[in-house]
C-alpha cells in the first residue's frame, strides 16, 4: 500500500490521468504534495510534492468559463496532465501551495499558429 505524503487534505475529487492510457482515480491536494491514486490499481499512483513543481498550466477556453484540462511541471520528471470534476476548484487549491508567478494558461489554437507563421527571423 502507497503512503500519503501529505498530514492534511484539503481537496479530494474525482479525476483522469493522461499519462501513456488514460486513467482514473482520485487527485488529493494536501499541505506537502499533489497526489494522483489509481481507482482499481494501488500500484498505479502520482505523487509530486509542491517543491518539485515548476509550472502548472492551465487549458482555458470560452474566455476562462471552460478548463477541460491542466498539466503540471516537474523541475525533475517531466509534465503531467489532468482533468477533473471542477477545475476551477482544483486550481484555486493549488494556488494555495504555489506562487501565482508558476499558475499559466497554455496557447491557444490561434497563438500557436501566429508563433509558427508571423515570428520574427533574428539570424544574421
Known amino acids: 500500500m502507497v503512503q500519503s505524503l501529505n498530514t492534511k487534505l484539503d481537496l479530494t475529487t474525482q479525476a483522469t490521468a493522461f499519462v501513456g492510457f488514460t486513467e482514473y482515480?482520485?487527485?488529493?491536494?494536501?499541505?506537502?504534495?499533489?497526489e494522483f491514486y489509481h481507482k482499481n490499481d494501488p500500484?498505479?499512483?502520482?505523487q509530486i510534492p509542491w517543491d518539485?513543481?515548476?509550472?502548472?498550466?492551465?487549458?482555458?477556453?470560452?474566455?476562462?468559463r471552460w478548463i477541460p484540462r491542466y498539466s503540471i511541471q516537474?523541475?525533475?520528471n517531466g509534465t503531467f496532465t489532468f482533468a477533473s470534476k471542477d477545475p476551477k476548484k482544483v486550481l484555486k487549491a493549488?494556488?494555495?501551495y504555489v506562487?501565482?508567478?508558476?499558475?499559466?494558461?497554455s496557447l491557444g489554437f490561434f497563438d500557436v499558429?501566429?508563433?509558427?507563421f508571423f515570428r520574427k527571423n533574428k539570424k544574421k
Open 99 to 105: 506562487d501565482g508567478q508558476k499558475m499559466v494558461r
Open 43 to 46: 500500484r498505479k499512483y502520482i
Open 94 to 96: 493549488i494556488r494555495v
Open 113 to 116: 499558429l501566429k508563433r509558427a
Open 74 to 76: 516537474t523541475q525533475k
Open 52 to 64: 518539485e513543481v515548476d509550472y502548472v498550466v492551465a487549458s482555458v477556453l470560452l474566455g476562462g
Open 25 to 34: 482515480g482520485n487527485i488529493m491536494i494536501g499541505d506537502k504534495a499533489f
